[in-house]
């Protein structure tokens, strides 16, 4: 049996201080932390910068540095939580929340952290090698470590490589302060979290770690693969390649070269890239030495005379197009607590080499020092018989470029999935686009045909606004919101011969004046209601209404017994203003009042509409928070359409101008075609160039192509006033995508993205994925996966919503029927 060592004696750290790691033999190692891209969200040529900015910001770095990134990819599960708007607007959460964060309990995904670590070797420093290195030896520090001009010039070359990667705009860039890398005795720091393995969230904890026969930390058994030689190497690199799943004949979906090994193995790993700069000068000497010596020997074998040829192109290359040769080294190392797991890491890991053209290699008995290299500040540590000489371009293909979605902080926003697992990420896609210059306005456009999950999305949105505090107004034409509106005890108005639409627009709540814009949707109603569209408003005809609604409130302010109505107002004009024009000798071809009533007379008491304008109930609607106008019965109504498009957009307008402070939506269905024919056009081109400067968002849903194309205010004022344009599937479009790519102004890009949407979803599992564009400049898939319950409110399926309706009357409400419905229901998801 080994005598068990103290690993405080061996380690090669010697201190940490400054941000700084100063290892046994005087290197010293700066750390960072990276944040990447997300993965799915770089276009090729994107990739192509980012790629060069790798180049750029390593070929600073001083000779006889090491370029060491790090990515920790492990296995985590996602913990319920109650931020990131996910608590309604009373502090508590609604029954949908709490449903779906118990739905994602525990949902499994991919936790990923990069860090990058820059080491400076002294001149002269002895290279280790696989028989040779830090794990069996101690040093004395070398004189050249003690001169400040030595620290000073790197801290500088770092600075620089910081400068470029941030300037570069793919990442963010962080560096790791001594707590962060040493830990505290609340919390591992990096060091003694690779050294026993460590999750971030875990508390500090000693291990035993076995060297012997295989690398067992603790419980994990590890395995090690690596790329250490040029022969095992893909006959091609690049900066990205295709992603099959998620391409089409006419898109191709881009990754990094190295996702692979990265985001896309799902297993507990670190993957390790070591970038060895040395002096450049020597090392073409060396392999022109090398050169030589081979054509000595070209005519003993052809081996000889093939690699003689390769040494040629390579210093070739390195001299007319000023390449950096330098040695690199890639490794894998991936654990599993499982000791029968091991052979499907070690198929999984061999996998996703093979995957990139590349021969993986297992180390077995060279693995202990290549794991002990890999310790943080440990990097001119690494065996270098185990590197390969290679140019620097090649060497940064096989960087890992993306990590997961991220979720953003703010406390606005819906609740999404993330594209590989679903995880879900809170997503904010209305103030934190805003607050970063990337949309100047919060309008949505949102298009998709029937079956691609649109109505889902829409409901999920609104009612993750509407438990944030916002102000909705939807008006539909197919019944989407009847679900969500009787959850959350909204106005529901729509029209059947049984109860037909009522409403009150002369009602004014207490409190409230006749302000001059109420005054103004006023007179547009009257005069929709007696003039055609064509017909000219005279200008007498115009003092004379604003003169009839005056009186008209001043006889409410008067008689408090008299209640505001349109019956009232008949009354009024057939009485007090008929005497009054009198008494004004007004003349009758100024105004004509008796074409006035008798036009309006239908609307009066037992009038064929008398019960449109007298509403008794739902009276406050300025204060109402969740209100649907369902419009399916009467879009082709001549005479109750137009009225009630009025009252609906003045409805809003009153919010919108009168809620200070307070944030409004206003979410148009297919109810926008109706709306634009009956010359409404000018009320929708008000809101989307308006709405903004009110704290508001305006929304228009649409499902057919055609529509889009043939409406010339979709066009010119929806389309261009709505920085976020959200996209279901449209892969029964993509032959006739040109079109809409133009139209929408979209990018190759998010193109790429659009008809990537369900392409390669887990059939395991129930959702549809959706497109998101935020000013062009942010684009993303997300997947829109529900819990059980928030299916069932949402739903359109009809005989889904009857059976909801049949259990809400049979449990006393909406949210109790759903919970037993879901409960019924739950094998299904």
Known sequence: MAKPIDIERILPIYKV???????????????????????????????????????????????????????????????????????????????????????????????????????????????????????????????????????????????????????????????????????????????????????????????????????????????????????????????????????????????????????????????????????????????????????????????????????????????????????SHFNVLAWSDNPEERKIVRTNVSSAMAQMDAIPKQETDGAPQIWWAGIPGNEADFPMNDTFDIFLEQACCFLSLETNYRTSLSPVGIRLGDRLTGKPVHVDISDEPMRNGVCTNRNKFILGPSGSGKSFFTNHMVRSYYEQGTHILLVDVGHSYKGLCDLVGGYYFTYDEKHPIQFNPFYIAAGDILDTEKKESLKSLILALWKKEDEVLERPEYVALSNALQGYYSKLADSPSLFPCFNTFYDYLKSDFAQQLKRDNVKERHFDLDNLLYVLRPFYKDGEFGYLLNATENLALLNERFIVFELDNIKDHPILFPVVTLIIMETFISKMRKLKGIRKMILIEEAWKAIAKEGMAEYIKYLFKTVRKFFGEAIIVTQEVEDVISSPIVKETIINNSDCKILLDQSKYQNKFDLIQALLGLTEKEKVQILSVNKANDPNLKYKEVFISLGGQLSKVYRTEVSPEEYLAYTTEESEKMKVQEYTRKYGSTERGIAVLAKELKTEF
């Open 17 to 327: 201080e400054n941000n700084s790691i100063i290892s046994v033999y005087g290197d010293i190692t700066i750390a960072y932390e990276i944040t990447l891209p997300e993965i799915f969200s770089l276009s090729n040529h994107e990739y192509e910068a980012f790629h060069q900015a790798w180049v750029k910001a390593i070929r600073v770095l001083p000779k006889h540095s090491c370029f060491h990134k790090q990515d920790w990819f492990v296995l985590d599960a996602y913990k319920p939580g109650f931020g990131n708007g996910e608590e309604s607007a009373q502090g508590r959460r609604s029954f949908l929340s709490s449903s779906s964060e118990r739905f994602f309990n525990e949902r499994p995904f991919l936790n990923h952290k990069c860090y990058v670590f820059l080491s400076k070797k002294p001149d002269g420093r002895r290279p280790a090698t696989s028989a040779f290195s830090g794990l069996f030896r101690k040093s004395i520090v070398p004189g050249e470590v003690l001169k400040a001009g030595f620290i000073n010039d790197f801290f500088d070359k770092a600075n620089q490589f910081e400068r470029i990667m941030t300037d570069s705009g793919f990442v963010k860039i962080n560096r790791l302060s001594n707590d962060q890398l040493a830990g505290t005795n609340e919390k591992a720091g990096l060091i003694e979290r690779y050294c026993f393995l460590l999750n971030e969230s875990e508390k500090p904890a000693l291990k035993d770690v076995h060297l012997k026969d295989e690398i067992k930390v603790g419980e994990n058994h590890c395995q090690l693969f690596s790329l250490s030689d040029a022969e095992n190497l893909p006959s091609l690199c690049r900066s990205r390649i295709n992603y099959d799943k998620y391409s089409t004949d006419r898109t191709k979906c881009s990754i990094g070269f190295a996702s692979p090994l990265g985001q896309l193995l799902n297993c507990n790993h670190i993957y390790n890239q070591y970038i060895f700069i040395d002096d450049s000068v020597k090392t073409l000497k060396k392999l022109e030495a090398k050169r030589l010596r081979l054509q000595s020997l070209s005519s003993y074998s052809r081996e000889n005379s093939i690699g003689r040829d390769a040494t040629q192109d390579f210093l070739n290359e390195a001299i007319s197009q000023q390449r950096l040769p330098i040695k």
